[in-house]
């Protein structure tokens, strides 16, 4: 059975993106030695991607080849007309427990939770959250879209790893704590 994952940068105060949805900021990072923060690794084990339309249409607008056109990507949008101009990518109204049960029994590969806040509210939720990989950014942002919005429920993780990076990121990995 795949896994539920989620990998994602955070601020020290929570936030994943500015309230526009813009990630920008992140590109303010020096990364002299081209380092990828254990992505190549996490991302081997993937083989669905499940985000937002918010997140799916930020990440349009980088102006890079789909990064995910290996994986299938489903977006999460009650607008069943989205476009979806990327490879392997089908929008789904809402993503509920039975179905993203369903998804963990049939995926190849892990799933891969990427975004937003009011998607990994949902299936925190669900209590369908088996990982986190957290980069811990240093940086205040002071207003945003936060990792968990108000609503998620009570949930209870185990720390797995930590690891710090000369730039000053950290990467925390906690698994889900079974009650």
């Not at 349009?60 to 101009?85: I, R």
């Amino acid at each position: 059975m795949s896994k539920v994952k989620l990998f994602i940068a955070v601020t020290l105060d929570g936030k994943i993106a500015r309230p526009d949805g813009s990630v920008a900021w992140l590109e303010e990072y020096p990364n002299p030695d081209g380092l990828d923060y254990g992505y190549t690794d996490f991302y081997a084990s993937i083989g669905t991607v499940v985000m937002g339309r918010k997140t799916y249409q930020e990440i349009l607008g980088f102006d890079v080849p789909w990064p995910y056109a290996d994986a299938q990507t489903l977006v999460v949008s009650s607008n069943s007309a989205l476009e979806t101009p990327t490879p392997q990518t089908s929008v789904i109204p809402d993503i509920d427990p039975t179905s993203l049960r369903r998804l963990t029994s049939e995926a190849k590969g892990d799933i891969w939770i990427i975004g937003g806040g009011q998607l990994i509210r949902s299936v925190l939720n669900a209590g369908l959250v088996d990982e986190m990989t957290l980069t811990i950014i240093p940086r205040v942002l002071g207003e945003g879209i936060a990792l968990f919005p108000e609503g998620c429920a009570e949930t209870h993780f185990t720390v797995q790893s930590a690891e710090a990076f000369p730039s000053g990121f950290v990467n925390l990995v906690y698994t889900r704590k079974e009650p």
